[in-house]
Nanobody, 126 residues
Framework: QVQLVESGGGLVKAGGALSLSCAAS????????MAWFRQAPGKEREFVAT????????AYAESVKGRFTISRDNAKNTVYLRMNSLKPEDTAVYYC???????????????????WGQGTQVTVSS
């Protein structure tokens, strides 16, 4: 079993930045796909970014490309999401997800990820 704990959410003004962390425990996740998804009120959960240990390595939703950066520290079993130039439409609960069998074109499909964190709220004010 893998446990995921997100942290770093909060309230920020539009144009600001936040960094989220997702600490994994229970297993070494260095060969897991680690991803971030988000869910805004009244909307479906959507893919944000993923870091896969094989090609294509990282991938982003079009809505965050160029503003968000996903990275991981395998020594700390942790994945990060740096969010710059935040917009009010980025407001959501952000979830970390992990799975050892996500590859190729499946990385943006939430149903493919077995392990999920509890989420952290990000609120961007205008």
């Amino acid at each position: 079993q893998v446990q995921l704990v997100e942290s770093g959410g909060g309230l920020v003004k539009a144009g600001g930045a936040l960094s989220l962390s997702c600490a994994a425990s229970g297993r070494d996740v260095s060969r897991y796909a680690m991803a971030w998804f988000r869910q805004a009120p009244g909307k479906e959960r959507e893919f944000v970014a993923t870091d896969i240990w094989v090609s294509p390595k990282t991938a982003y939703a079009e809505s965050v490309k160029g503003r968000f950066t996903i990275s991981r520290d395998n020594a700390k079993n942790t994945v990060y999401l740096r969010m710059n130039s935040l917009k009010p439409e980025d407001t959501a609960v952000y979830y970390c997800a992990a799975d050892p069998h996500v590859f190729g074109t499946d990385y943006d499909k939430g149903l493919k990820y077995q392990y999920w964190g509890q989420g952290t709220q990000v609120t961007v004010s205008s």
